[in-house]
């Protein structure tokens, strides 16, 4: 039986357009990304993963025809950051999935271009996620099943999530109090988003080259457009909220390697 398992962590509480020019331009880093799932699935070393608990909003209002369309890009965004961060996914229940991912502090980056991607899709379409970090056990394929802090906390988000569509928990206090009013605060902008906003602002985050005419090109759009629609979205703000997300979570990260190692030094 093959299981992920990873560290306990303590806690206090579409595609665009149909076009894939995002996952093709990251081939190659999705690859090595599944390399590293694929080794952590022999490893039991123990690690910190992400998780990410949700289900689409306001379900049962749209055609067998239009939630099929809908499952349908979910399924496709799922499917490539599992295999970008390394990490598994279900979808069940019919609305409600969940992703685990092997590096956490990409997890927020993963809820936001996931929602997005939904927003992206058609007017109207949203979904409400609970992104957890800290232990988490699994079989592969079997997400919905897996135990651990971080799967716990994440449902229990979820649970409690209304009137918000995204919420976050780390290990730490201090962490907590720092990323989740803006957690909140970025939520309330998304909210906001029209559809064409969601498709300009997501193209522009997964880009490699970010330049407006990039991003234009990508999209198929006139550059001083895709600018106008990126400057009603707010689109600094929200990359900045996702800078900050990653880099205090790798040091969140960083902060639990370091600890694990002086403890084992100190039982030899």
Avoid at 85 to 92: K, L
């Amino acid at each position: 039986m093959i299981v992920f398992e990873f560290e306990m962590v303590a806690c206090h509480s579409g595609p665009l357009n149909g076009k894939k020019v995002s996952i093709e331009s990251r081939k190659d880093n999705a690859a090595h990304s599944e390399m590293t799932r694929k080794s952590a699935l022999t490893s039991n070393t123990k690690k910190r993963a992400g998780v990410i608990t949700g289900d689409v909003s306001n379900s049962q209002s749209y055609s067998d025809a239009e939630f099929r369309e809908i499952i349908a890009t979910l399924r496709e965004r799922l499917t490539y950051y599992a295999e970008y961060y390394g990490g598994d996914f279900d979808i069940y229940r019919g609305d409600a999935f969940q992703l685990v991912v092997a590096q956490p502090q990409h997890s927020i980056a993963a809820a936001v271009g996931l929602r997005l991607a939904l927003k992206a899709h058609a007017s109207g379409v949203d979904v409400r996620m609970s992104v957890a970090v800290g232990e988490a056990q699994f079989r592969p394929s079997e997400v919905k099943t897996g135990t651990g802090d971080a799967f716990v906390l994440s449902g229990r988000g979820l649970d409690n999530i209304k009137p918000h569509h995204l919420t976050f928990c780390s290990g730490e206090q201090t962490l907590d109090d720092k990323t989740q009013l803006l957690t909140r605060f970025a939520d309330a902008h998304i909210n906001g988003l029209t559809q064409t906003q969601s498709q300009t602002l997501l193209a522009y985050l997964e880009a490699t080259d970010k330049s407006h005419e990039s991003v234009a090109a990508i999209l198929d759009k006139n550059r001083s457009n895709v600018s106008r629609i990126l400057n009603a979205s707010n689109y600094k703000l929200i990359a900045e909220y996702l800078d900050y997300m990653e880099r205090a979570l790798t040091l969140w990260v960083q902060e639990g390697t370091s600890l694990k190692t002086e403890q084992l030094t100190k039982e030899d």
